[in-house]
């Protein structure tokens, strides 16, 4: 969630035109003070955070909706002696981003989650270990395999950008290449945020360097493996996603001033991959439920897979929802399932969770991309 937040504010902050000539700039507004309030809750104290409700094997051996649930489900925590630097030091950025985009809106607000994003990465910085080695269960699911040391970095960027401190700037500048800031990572995403920071770090010094890594990541995202119609094809599980990612990097790149030599390539690339999820495929049809033409019916999402609530008694739900034929009986709007095979080859099937499984960072990265390339098209 604290990637989802991240990511969505930054497209809104860089792209707030946009937002607002589709008057959905308050409404994302509090879509992420949905999430902010509940960062802000669960650190109820400096070196004290709660990350995770619920075990997720548990839960995968459910199928209801949320509502159902009537049990309490158990809380999980990171603290000083059982650190999680990867989900603390996102979750400041987080809430650094946050405080930018309420900074004006609502001020009190803002100072709130910047007192809170400080304490949390401080914690992340001198507690340092890794989230799914201190809370059971966590490495089935969210293990961090490139490390904490992108969020590490990605946090004091979000930091610098929030409060312009050079302390900040300093350390950051210190710590970018020990902590890999020079590599070229595969991906953007929940995992690696790596190249977020090498485009934050342009865009602060507007340094040969930083702008270099920039380029070299959108050229191999460009270098990526493609269906025949062009989907840049990172991994089985979730390629959308993926795709959606590369686009947004590629907006945020082609924002640079002064402007990269490639610029016009990248927005192009950008348009490219989102066309492609909204219906310019091998199928003809959109990845996006709710939306074009022949969109998902039935993506892999518990809730939405639920009989209507339209009549009372609700009709119990379980696992033969997940095994029906039908549509969904609600539409989840919006929602970007995970994709096709290399070859463009996508079945809508309720069942193939690898295919149709739909999440909030998979949305994260298209949500910013879209506003991108809108911000672009209006002349930005």
């Given at each position: 969630m604290a990637y989802t937040i991240t990511t969505l504010?930054?497209?809104?902050?860089?792209?707030?035109?946009a937002y607002q000539a589709a008057n959905e700039f308050e409404k994302a507004l509090e879509l992420v003070k949905w999430a902010t309030d509940y960062f802000i809750a669960a650190h109820p104290t400096k070196n004290e955070l709660y990350v995770q409700v619920a075990d997720g094997g548990a839960d995968h051996g459910r199928w209801e909706r949320p509502e159902d649930r009537k049990s309490s489900r158990r809380l999980y925590k990171i603290d000083q002696n059982n650190p999680g630097s990867d989900v603390a030091a996102e979750t400041a950025a987080a809430l650094a981003a946050a405080s930018i985009l309420f900074k004006t809106e609502d001020p009190s607000y803002s100072a709130l989650c910047l007192r809170h994003a400080k304490q949390i990465y401080e914690f992340a910085d001198q507690y340092r270990g890794a989230y799914h080695n201190s809370v059971e269960g966590a490495a089935t699911f969210y293990k961090?395999?490139?490390?904490?040391?992108?969020?590490?970095?990605w946090g004091l960027a979000w930091l610098y950008k929030a409060t312009a401190d050079d302390q900040y700037l300093g350390t950051l500048r210190q710590r970018y290449s020990s902590l890999g800031g020079g590599n070229t990572p595969a991906e953007f995403s929940?995992?690696?945020?790596?190249?977020?920071?090498?485009?934050?770090?342009a865009d602060f010094t507007g340094e040969s360097q930083y702008r270099g890594h920039?380029?070299?990541?959108?050229?191999?995202?460009?270098?990526?493996?493609?269906?025949?119609?062009?989907?840049?094809?990172?991994?089985?599980?979730?390629?959308?996603?993926?795709?959606?990612?590369?686009?947004a990097i590629a907006t945020f790149a082609a924002k640079l001033e002064p402007a990269l030599s490639k610029k016009n390539q990248y927005l192009a690339y950008a348009k490219k991959q989102i066309n492609y999820l909204l219906g310019d495929n091998e199928r003809s049809a959109s990845y996006v439920v709710g939306f074009g033409k022949n969109p998902p019916q039935k993506p892999h999402h518990r809730a939405s897979s639920c009989p209507s609530w339209r009549a009372l008694p609700v009709q119990t739900c379980g696992f033969n929802s997940l095994n029906s034929g039908s549509a969904n009986p609600h539409v989840l709007f919006g929602a970007l399932v995970g994709g096709p095979d290399t070859s463009g080859n996508y079945v809508d099937d309720r069942k193939d969770y690898i295919a149709n499984e739909v999440a909030t960072d998979y949305n994260a990265?298209?949500?910013?991309?879209?506003?991108?390339?809108?911000?672009?098209?209006?002349?930005?």
């Open positions: 504010a930054w497209g809104m902050i860089e792209y707030q035109e961090s395999w490139s490390g904490y040391n992108d969020e590490l970095l929940w995992d690696n945020k790596m190249a977020g920071v090498q485009v934050l770090m920039v380029t070299r990541f959108v050229d191999f995202a460009m270098g990526v493996q493609t269906t025949p119609k062009g989907l840049s094809w990172k991994a089985k599980w979730g390629p959308n996603r993926y795709a959606a990612n590369y686009a990265g298209f949500q910013s991309a879209v506003a991108g390339l809108q911000f672009f098209a209006m002349g930005g």
